[in-house]
């Protein structure tokens, strides 16, 4: 009754369902391990964020490159201030502002770019208030280098001298002539007249809509090799009642063709009718 399964046809879908189905799994899978790579993110932000606020200042070499886990925390660094910079569209509060960005020229001559504080308004050197001079010793959270386009960050070129849209070493490195760090610190106190700007989480260290579609996507995964299951066991249960149904001869015939009736005989045709033949009289010469 089986033996339908050896037909090329069926070799086809038997292929197809043994490699359809480790597939699935295979990416239902890949899909939580991003999702719980994500809840161990968040988690490992958090307690980044909370030993920040007990954790002492280190300093500065010891805290790069940035990671998950230095990400926020506190770090100290000693220099002399240099060129200022100011980055445009930032809110903080609900309003919009800007950052007043300081670049810190430490030893070795790498400069680290310190957010001294924030103002609301567009964008105006003449209201930034000017750096320190002589060598200052500062602390803040410790951030990663950020990516135009990405977490608010704006990516419109075209700004004013003086001004960034990034805080960051390959934005930085065309307006400074030093080096930058990757990496930057948002002061705990700000200068005079400006409000400190709070550390924000890691990229990609949140519970967001991205991480709850991964969870999403794992449900779909397993649900379509659930369903590649189901449509193989229809298809061999259809099978196997047509398979039946001819062995015990319950398979509908053939419809016969219809026989084309007859045309009648006539006298235009030159057959007689009903078998009689005319006879007329007989002429004598």
Not at 74 to 93: I, M, S
Not at 178 to 204: C, F, H, Q, R
Not at 244 to 267: K, M, N, S, V
């Amino acid at each position: 009754m089986y033996r339908f399964l050896l037909t090329p046809r069926w070799w086809g879908i038997n292929v197809f369902v043994l490699l359809a189905i480790p597939f699935c799994v295979f990416m239902g899978s890949w899909q939580l391990g991003r999702f719980e790579d994500r809840v161990q993110d968040h988690r490992t932000a958090d307690a980044a964020a909370s030993a920040a606020r007990t954790d002492p200042a280190r300093p500065l070499a010891s805290m790069l490159p940035v990671t998950m886990q230095t990400s926020g925390r506190q770090t100290t660094a000693t220099g002399r201030y240099d060129k200022q910079l100011l980055v445009p569209g930032r809110e903080l509060d609900g309003r919009s502002g800007f950052y007043v960005l300081t670049m810190l020229r430490v030893d070795g001559g790498k400069a680290l770019p310190v957010v001294r504080g924030w103002l609301p308004g567009t964008a105006d050197a003449a209201k930034a208030p000017a750096a320190p001079t002589g060598e200052v010793t500062v602390t803040g959270a410790l951030q990663a280098s950020e990516s135009p386009g990405s977490n608010g960050v704006s990516a419109v070129g075209g700004l004013p001298p003086g001004q960034t849209a990034a805080i960051s070493a390959s934005s930085l490195v065309n307006l400074v002539p030093y080096t930058p760090y990757e990496a930057w610190i948002t002061l705990d106190k700000a200068d005079a007249g400006m409000k400190a700007v709070p550390p924000s989480a890691p990229a990609n260290s949140g519970l967001d809509l991205k991480a709850f579609q991964n969870l999403g996507y794992t449900g779909e995964w397993f649900v379509f090799a659930g369903f590649v299951v189901f449509m193989w066991f229809r298809l061999l249960r259809r099978e196997v009642e047509f398979v039946r149904d001819a062995e015990l001869g319950l398979l509908p015939d053939a419809q016969e063709t219809p026989a084309t009736p007859e045309t009648p005989a006539g006298p235009e045709n030159g057959s007689e009718e009903s078998g009689v033949t005319a006879v007329g009289p007989s002429t004598t010469a």
